[in-house]
Each structure stands twice: as C-alpha cells, then as structure tokens.
C-alpha cells in the first residue's frame, strides 16, 4: 500500500508562488495516476489536479488552468504542483492523493495534507 506525504505549504503573498511535492513510499508511483485536491476552510474537498501514470495527460479544474502545472517525477517517487499566481481564494488544505485499479476496483490513497494560504 502507497504512503503518500506532502510538504511544500506556507504563507504566501497574492501573486506568489510555492510548489508542493508529494513523495510516495511502499509502492511504485509509475503504477499509480495521481492528483491533488483542496479544502478550503468550511468547504468540501474540491478537485485541483490530476495527472495519468506516464505524465503524457494532465487535468486541471478551470479556476487554477494556467497557474498551476502538475508534474512527476517517477524515478523520485515524487509528484508536484507548481503553483503561481496564488490567489487568496487559493488558501487551502491541499491533499495528494494515488489512484489505482485492482481486480477492476478504483482505490485510492490520500497524503494528510499541506496548508497553503495566500494573504492580500
């Protein structure tokens, strides 16, 4: 089973940038399609990131598309997100998550999460 644990989360001024990294132990990140997702305070997890096992496809939600990139590195066992141009409608709990597929059953692993909040 993947361990996931992010790091990279800060304050930051609007405008700035971080980067967070989530590295993978237990597992091989090459078999697993990874992402992040966010939660902002008093809200429901919301979708950030996704990116396929090869890093040939990435997916983005519309209010972080051309700010944010998310990439890999799978001989690191390390996925990141950059993120520039941080807004503080960004602050947020941020959270990698792993997805696999086992016997045709979807699983997936979550990191415990790294704050992020953005001042203006």
């Known amino acids: 089973q993947v361990q996931l644990v992010e790091s990279g989360g800060g304050l930051v001024q609007a405008g700035g940038s971080l980067r967070l990294s989530c590295a993978a132990s237990?597992?091989?990140?090459?078999?697993?399609?990874m992402g992040w997702f966010r939660q902002a305070p008093g809200k429901g997890r919301q979708f950030v990131a996704a990116?396929?096992?090869?890093?040939?496809?990435?997916f983005y939600v519309e209010s972080v598309e051309g700010r944010f990139t998310i990439s890999r590195d799978n001989a690191k066992n390390t996925v990141y997100l950059q993120m520039n141009s941080l807004q503080p409608e960004d602050t947020a709990d941020y959270y990698c998550?792993?997805?696999?597929?086992?016997?045709?059953?979807?699983?997936?692993?979550w990191g415990q999460g790294t704050q992020v909040t953005v001042s203006s």
């Open positions: 998550y792993a997805e696999t597929s086992v016997w045709g059953e979807v699983q997936y692993y």
């Open positions: 237990g597992g091989t990140l090459s078999n697993y399609a």
């Open positions: 990116i396929n096992r090869s890093g040939g496809s990435t």
